[in-house]
């Protein structure tokens, strides 16, 4: 009933940009924060950025902090996250996740990757 898709992924040269989205069915997203995770290969999954029910907190990993940007448009369901200036360690399938509010904060939802359900992720790769 309750699911998130994400798109938006693609192969693309160091120093371009993508834009992720993250699209809300069988619930409405402005009750929820909402982050993005990604998970590099050989490598744990990290927080990348997150964001509170109407935008008004963000969190950032601080290898992003600076390209990367959280938005979201409750009236589409969908959040989004930018993403510029490229580099070839962003190179992960991006996943997003939705909590409940309340009940967490930015930096505790970013901070936290263990007991979440994953979908498929979009896959982002950086390469010249």
């Known amino acids: 009933q309750l699911q998130l898709v994400e798109s938006g992924g693609g192969l693309v040269q160091p120093g371009g940009s993508l834009r992720l989205s993250c699209a809300a069915s069988g619930f409405n997203l402005d009750y929820y924060v909402i982050g993005w995770f990604r998970q590099a290969p050989g490598k744990e999954r990290e927080g990348v950025s997150c964001?509170?029910?109407?935008?008004?907190?963000?969190n950032y990993a601080d290898s992003v902090r600076g390209r990367f940007t959280i938005s979201r448009d409750n009236a589409k369901n969908t959040v989004y996250l930018q993403m510029n200036s490229l580099k070839t360690e962003d190179t992960a399938i991006y996943y997003c996740?939705?909590?409940?509010?309340?009940?967490?904060?930015?930096?505790?939802?970013?901070?936290?990757?263990?007991?979440?359900?994953w979908g498929q992720g979009t896959q982002v790769t950086v390469s010249s």
């Open positions: 996740a939705a909590e409940p509010f309340p009940g967490i904060t930015v930096q505790a939802m970013c901070a936290r990757t263990a007991n979440r359900s």
């Open positions: 964001i509170s029910r109407f935008g008004a907190s963000t």
